[in-house]
């Protein structure tokens, strides 16, 4: 996700200062070169060693140490970052960076880069609150810095309030966002995700392999390139997209409800869910009992979503998947044709590492001019990055 980036990480002092040595380690994991920046009060807290091992390049402290032969420090730092991000920021480098102030190696390199910036605050929660610190917050707002904001909890103070530095996991996620593109601003995305369940009585059900791995990473990639992103999602066991607003669902009436609802206000809808084509006609009210050596079960169809969507789209963009284990694109391009659909995903399950409940993909794009695209296996955060940038082509033409 971050292959070829540079990121300079500033690291204040501050207790949260450990919580950067995580947060570091999400960046290396996702291949960016990391360049660590501290403080001298954040080496109080952690050593540069610490970092120095991890990011596996040499950690800077002080302003004039890095001048060599050819290049200074700050200056070489600042315009070979993608980014800069610092994780925990103090009331103090904020107040410096608000005011022009540049007497350390992390403050001139901030001073000197044209990069985005973000800041992660962490501090006790009255000096969250302090008029001071909250002009300085606005004032560089208003100059595009970005800021993943603290959380609620106990402070390592005692006191209990706002202030506690964001979890690294979301820092990272606002970092992928102060990276990605921001060619769905404006776009509200509808995406279903996950299986469906239709319940038999009320212990069994029917259901299938679908994880939600697809419609999540959709979802997620949606939100770092702007767009406002709701998630309809049958049962899964994957965590909430940060920033996006999940509305969890059992079954495809459920489902469909939740569509419907929300599909007005939506202009691109992508339905990466697995819905059940049938649930059981009748639900048993009590668990059903063990009866002859064969059970037959009458089942009920249950209601198309995205053939109903494709009726009432107007102007929208609509996208569907076809899972097949046969005749892949003739399948796919029927349910095309057939749903009134924009885009077709045709997702062929008997390929090794592709469909259900792993972590890669491998699918056939068809288009209503007739075109069929190859996207070759990959990562489902990239394929679905692949989706959007053709999504995001197609809505240039309308
Ligand atoms: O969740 P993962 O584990 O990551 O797996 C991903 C996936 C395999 C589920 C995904 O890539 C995929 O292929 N999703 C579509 C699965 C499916 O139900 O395909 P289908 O061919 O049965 O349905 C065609 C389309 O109609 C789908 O967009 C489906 O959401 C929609 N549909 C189907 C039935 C129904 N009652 N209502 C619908 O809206």
Not at 159 to 181: D, M, N, R, T, Y
Not at 234 to 262: I, N, W
Not at 282 to 299: D, P
Not at 377 to 392: F, Q
């Amino acid at each position: 996700m971050l292959k070829g980036k540079e990121i300079v990480l500033g690291v204040t002092g501050g207790i949260a200062a450990y919580k950067a040595v995580e947060l570091l380690r999400l960046f290396t994991k996702a291949g960016a070169n990391v360049h660590v920046v501290m403080t001298r009060s954040a080496t109080e807290f952690v050593t540069p060693l610490t970092f120095q091992t991890l990011s596996m390049n040499p950690v800077s402290t002080k302003l004039f140490s890095l001048v060599s032969e050819r290049e200074i420090g700050h200056i070489s730092l600042a315009d070979r970052a993608d980014l800069v991000v610092i994780a925990p920021a103090t009331a103090n480098v904020i107040g410096k960076l608000a005011h022009g102030i540049a007497d350390d190696l992390l403050t001139t390199t901030v001073m000197a880069t044209k990069a985005p910036v973000l800041l992660a605050p962490a501090m006790n929660v009255n000096m969250y609150q302090n008029p001071l610190y909250r002009a300085n917050e606005a004032a560089l707002r208003r100059l595009g810095y970005l800021f993943a904001d603290p959380v609620r909890g106990t402070l390592a103070c005692g006191w209990e309030g706002e202030g506690k530095l964001q979890e690294p996991g979301i820092i990272f996620e606002e970092v992928l966002s102060a990276l990605a593109p921001k060619d769905l601003a404006g776009e509200s995305l509808l995406v279903t995700a996950g299986p469906t369940r239709e319940e038999l009585d009320p212990v069994r059900f029917i259901s299938n392999h679908s994880s939600g791995k697809m419609g999540y990473a959709i979802a997620r990639s949606a939100r770092r390139r702007g767009a406002a992103v709701t998630l309809v999602t049958g049962p899964s066991s994957l965590e909430p997209p940060y920033g996006v607003d999940t509305v969890p669902v059992v079954s495809a009436a459920e489902m469909r409800q939740a569509v419907l609802e929300r599909f007005p206000a939506c202009s691109i809808i992508v339905k990466a869910a697995a819905v059940a084509d049938y649930r059981p006609a009748v639900r048993a009210e009590e668990k059903m009992k063990k009866t002859g050596e064969t059970l037959a079960l009458s089942l009920e169809k249950t209601g198309d979503i995205l053939a109903e969507l494709g009726r009432l789209k107007g102007e929208r963009l609509l996208v569907g998947f076809a899972a097949e284990t046969e005749n892949l694109l003739e399948n796919a391009r029927q349910k095309l044709e057939g749903k009134n659909l924009d885009l077709i995903v045709a997702n062929d399950l008997s390929q090794e590492g592709a469909g259900f409940d792993v972590d890669t993909n491998r699918v056939t794009l068809l288009y209503r001019d007739g075109h069929a695209e190859e996207i070759p296996l990959m990562g489902k955060g990239e394929l679905a990055d692949r989706l959007l940038d053709r999504i995001v082509a197609l809505r240039a033409r309308v």
